[in-house]
């Protein structure tokens, strides 16, 4: 008995997914279709279809899914210790210059490569 319920259910969610699809295809659809119109109601449209579409897919096992996961991690950002501007700008200036360090070393590495190697060739003699 429970595993009928539970096909009916993933069955039911298939359909509810699948409208919810068709409905956002059928507003992009609209959209370009009705491009002589103005921009302002097809966008207000698209909205709307979008939004109708999201309420749809909610209604779904697999939905409520994604939105409790989007809900868990707005809860994890609040957590997040943002570091300051100062921290920020210190690191930054790190970084830069410890690019600029690394690519005066590659380009002298570059330059010693080029000059060995000439040597060997007979080119530099």
């Known amino acids: 008995m ?3 319920v539970e ?4 069955k039911l969610d298939t359909f509810k997914l699948g409208l919810a699809l068709l409905i956002l295809i059928g507003a992009l659809v609209g959209f370009y279709f009705y ?3 103005d921009l302002l109601y097809r966008v207000v449209g698209l909205l709307a279809a979008v939004g109708i579409s999201v ?3 909610l209604q779904t096992e697999k939905g409520r899914e994604i939105w409790g996961y989007f809900h868990d991690a707005q809860i994890e950002v609040r957590k997040v210790v943002w ?7 210190n690191t930054t200036l790190l970084v830069i210059a410890m690019v600029i360090v690394v690519a005066i070393i590659l380009w002298l ?7 060995s190697i000439g040597t060997l060739m007979g080119h530099g003699a």
């Open 2 to 4: 429970n595993s009928t």
């Open 7 to 10: 096909t009916t259910s993933g």
């Open 55 to 57: 309420a749809i897919a």
């Open 35 to 37: 491009a002589d119109q």
């Open 83 to 89: 570091p300051t501007r100062k921290e920020t700008v």
């Open 109 to 115: 590495l570059d330059m010693f490569l080029g000059w």
